[in-house]
């Protein structure tokens, strides 16, 4: 039995499920979540808890037994909590600026960029630091956002600029040193 599909979801104070068919919709504080499961999960909504099982022991309800599992827990957080991504930007002349909901970065090309957020994302900016802080309550798509973000210039591992994740570490390397005269 997977160890993660057995543990039961805890639906936390001001959150609404519903079941239909298969699809499930999640509301809360924060906004709403939709989402289609497989026929061969057997999804069952109690008082505060959401529990997931598995008519089988073959190896697709197996893999998809906690998989399940972990994309409601993901919606019922939140649409309560909310998830957040802080990137960095380090390099000299880099900025980011918000133009209205839209980032506008300046990443060492000849041209700014600007990037619109996609619907159910926003983006919190610290100029003096150039942080940004990439918001919402669907984890996979602030995720997406943010490594999109962050392949607008990767950070490299000679000089360590670029955009990267706040806890993100750049493995350096040496650069290249003059030849000896001999």
Request: net charge positive.
């Amino acid at each position: 039995m997977s160890r993660i599909g057995k543990k039961p979801i805890l639906i936390s104070a001001g959150v609404e499920c519903k079941l239909d068919g298969m699809t499930l919709k999640v509301k809360g504080p924060k906004g709403q979540l939709q989402r289609e499961f497989h026929q061969n999960m057997q999804i069952v909504i109690e008082k505060d808890l959401i529990t997931v099982t598995r008519p089988t022991d073959g190896r697709m309800d197996r893999s998809l037994h906690g998989l399940t599992r972990t994309l409601i827990n993901n919606m019922v957080i939140g649409v309560s909590e909310g998830f957040s991504k802080t990137l960095n930007i380090v390099g000299v002349g880099y900025k980011v600026d918000l133009k209205g909901k839209a980032l506008n970065l300046n990443l060492g090309f000849s041209h700014s960029i600007d990037y619109p957020p996609p619907e159910g994302i926003e983006f919190d900016v610290d100029n003096k630091k150039n942080v940004i802080v990439v918001k919402g309550v669907n984890k996979q798509a602030v995720g997406q956002v943010a490594a999109e973000i962050r392949m607008l210039r990767p950070p490299e591992p000679y000089k360590g600029k670029g955009v990267m994740y706040v806890n993100e570490k750049i493995r350096r390397k040496a650069g290249k040193t003059a030849a000896s005269a001999g």
